[in-house]
Antibody, heavy 120, light 110 residues
Framework: EVQLVESGGGLVHPGGSLKLSCAAS????????IHWVRQASGKGLEWVGR??????????AYAASVEGRFNISREDSKNTAYLQINSLKSEDTAVYYC???????????WGQGTLVTVSS | QSALTQPPSASGSPGQSVTISCTGT?????????VSWYQEHPGKAPKLMIY???KRPSGVPDRFSGSKSGNTASLTVSGLQAEDEADYYC??????????FGGGTKVTVL
């Protein structure tokens, strides 16, 4: 069974940083791309970014709204992906989901999400 | 880039059909057959219902179907059931390694 489990969310002051983790199991993590998607309370889904596999040079891509502040990385030996969020703003408050992309361009499996709250 | 355009709400009685549209541009929905649909119940993670415009993952009832015409994709839920009441989001690959979601449609089973 495919499982993705996010962790690392919490309450952070504006301007602070946070590193979220996404632990994966049940599929070939090293061969899959991993995406991050966020959802503010009562709002829609927003694609944040993606990291490809080693075979694809761990290439990353980000939404314009987070480019330069967010960084996605991965550690295939631990089947874990990460989202480093810097210079946090109140508008970054959201549930952050990690998702797998095993084939094509489909975000196929989702974790349960981790809540990031940015407030003073 | 703006989000894909979905109607905010849709409804139908049990047993009826409801169709949700997802309008993009010739650079995203119209350019790629990489449109997906997700179902989200309150407090739950999104679940993939349709991928690559028309394909259903294993375990998704065949009451759910997808299609595309030009820059608009559609999700149809036939034979509506109470458990189909949820938010539905479309997504499309937009090229340049960027993905995009629609604003979401709340489906109500009357």
């Amino acid at each position: 069974e495919v499982q993705l489990v996010e962790s690392g969310g919490g309450l952070v002051h504006p301007g602070g940083s946070l590193k979220l983790s996404c632990a994966a199991s049940g599929f070939t993590f090293s061969g899959s791309a991993i995406h991050w998607v966020r959802q503010a309370s009562g709002k829609g889904l927003e694609w944040v970014g993606r990291i490809r596999s080693k075979a694809n040079t761990y290439a990353t891509a980000y939404a314009a709204s987070v480019e330069g502040r967010f960084n996605i990385s991965r550690e295939d030996s631990k089947n874990t992906a990460y989202l480093q969020i810097n210079s946090l703003k109140s508008e970054d408050t959201a549930v952050y989901y990690c998702t797998s992309q095993m084939g094509g361009a489909t975000l196929d499996h989702w974790g349960q999400g981790t809540l990031v709250t940015v407030s003073s | 880039q703006s989000a894909l355009t979905q109607p905010p709400s849709a409804s139908g009685s049990p047993g009826q059909s409801v169709t949700i549209s997802c309008t993009g541009t010739s650079s995203d929905v119209g350019a790629y057959n990489y449109v997906s649909w997700y179902q989200e119940h309150p407090g739950k993670a999104p679940k993939l219902m349709i991928y690559e415009v028309t394909k259903r993952p294993s375990g998704v009832p065949d009451r759910f179907s997808g299609s595309k015409s030009g820059n608009t994709a559609s999700l149809t839920v036939s034979g509506l059931q109470a458990e189909d009441e949820a938010d539905y989001y479309c997504s499309s690959y937009t090229g340049n390694n960027i993905w995009m979601f629609g604003g979401g449609t709340k489906v109500t089973v009357l």
